[in-house]
């Protein structure tokens, strides 16, 4: 996937999960932000962020935040949608024998990202994108999530009917190659996470 219509800035405030004040070429901007994780690690005062210019000339926040420099220089992409759109691109990777890729496919009360049929499984597969790093680990959420607690659980409960589950976390920085689930911010998740794995859900690590 490739962005269009790049610009760069800087990282002022986070009034609230939603908006960011950004400072373009001078002037402070009101810009979406494209991930309701905390990122409070990477959202410093000043640190030099990325944004795509909306499509919408209408639009109240012309600017979207996909994007930001840490202290190491490393830049962290924090669009919570590049990671399906990855994935998407991925499946052929994940699963050879593909022969049918259905994204946003519903089982029980949860929508999963893709519905995959091989000759041999019915595949239900859910992304996540990580943002967070902590001592050479990434951990994964980087803020409570409800919704990814019950992901995890009609996951599982695919995968105890005979579906072939898969969690794919999409690493989106340099030298990590696996993810741990974040028993501090959310022990919840890890619960349901080792109920998971021990029901059978596959765990993928998509490096990009």
């Known amino acids: 996937m490739k962005y269009e219509n790049v610009v760069s800035g800087k990282f002022k405030s986070r009034p609230n999960r939603f908006i960011a004040h950004i400072e373009i070429d001078g002037k402070e901007e009101i810009c979406h932000v494209m991930n309701t994780g905390r990122m409070k690690e990477l959202l ?6 990325f944004l795509c210019r909306a499509k919408n000339p209408e639009r109240k926040t012309k600017f979207d935040l996909i994007g930001v420099r840490r202290n190491d220089g490393e830049i962290i992409n924090i669009d919570s949608i590049a990671p399906n759109k990855v994935a998407g691109e991925y499946i052929k990777t994940l699963f050879p024998e593909a022969k049918l890729v259905k994204p946003e496919t ?7 990202d893709f519905y995959i049929e091989d000759n041999f499984d019915k595949i239900f597969l859910e ?20 919704r990814g607690v019950k992901h995890l659980r009609e996951l599982t409960e695919a995968a105890k009917i005979g579906y072939h589950c898969s969690i794919a976390f999409v690493i989106q920085m340099p030298g990590i190659s696996m ?7 959310h022990p919840e998740f890890k619960l349901a996470f080792d109920e998971a794995i021990a029901a059978g859900v596959n765990v993928n690590y998509m490096q990009c």
Not at 44 to 49: G, I, K, M, T, W
């Open 106 to 112: 519903f089982f029980e009360k949860s929508r999963f």
């Open 44 to 49: 410093l005062p000043d640190a030099e962020v």
């Open 127 to 146: 992304v996540k994108g990580v943002t967070l790093e902590e001592n050479g680990h990434v951990r994964f959420p980087d803020a409570p999530t409800e």
């Open 179 to 185: 993810v741990l689930p974040n028993e501090t911010t």
